[in-house]
């Protein structure tokens, strides 16, 4: 309703919960929160884009939402660059660079799916790909990984 205050658990820039967004050339920054999450139904098409220096996350599919980057940038994160969180959720990046977040490059949870070609995923803190949990799967096609703080490619509790 107009004027109307509506509160959500975390900040973000843009929360897409149903439908499709597309952004084409556009930087996303979030001081405090997420750049760009996607909920459930919802699907994100980003192409030649920056996410950079959120006080969170920089881009997240969750429980169901696709994200498909292309030629985008996502860096200098509090946290990690991309996220694949809960079946169903799925993250495709295709000539995509990943690098200097904060926590790691790109984390899969929880049954979900990152599929990544011709990218880079370069000097993040963490590791630069991580898997976690049963069902949850990391697919690299001619990319590059180096250079992270902890681990280049991590697969753990189930995830591969």
């Known amino acids: 309703k107009d004027g109307e205050r509506v509160e959500t658990e975390r900040p973000r820039c843009i929360d897409v919960l149903q439908g499709v967004l597309s952004l084409y050339s556009c930087l996303v920054r979030s001081e405090e929160g997420n750049g760009?999450?996607?909920?459930?139904s919802g699907k994100a098409l980003l192409f030649n884009?920056?996410?950079r220096a959120c006080g969170l996350h920089g881009v997240s599919a969750v429980h169901g939402a696709l994200v498909e980057a292309e030629a985008c940038t996502v860096a200098g994160n509090k946290l990690s660059g991309f996220n694949a969180i809960g079946r169903g959720a799925c993250v495709r990046c295709i000539d995509c660079a990943v690098l200097a977040n904060e926590d790691g490059g790109l984390n899969?949870?929880?049954?979900?799916?990152?599929?990544?070609?011709?990218?880079?995923?370069?000097a993040n803190r963490g590791t630069g790909v991580r898997a976690l949990g049963e069902g949850s799967w990391a697919v690299q096609v001619d990319c590059v990984v180096a250079r992270?703080?902890?681990h280049g490619v991590s697969a753990v509790q189930?995830?591969?």
């Open 108 to 122: 899969v949870v929880d049954g979900a799916l990152a599929l990544t070609s011709l990218s880079s995923v370069f």
């Open 49 to 51: 884009c920056q996410v």
């Open 158 to 160: 189930g995830g591969k």
């Open 148 to 150: 992270n703080g902890w």
């Open 36 to 40: 760009l999450t996607v909920r459930g």
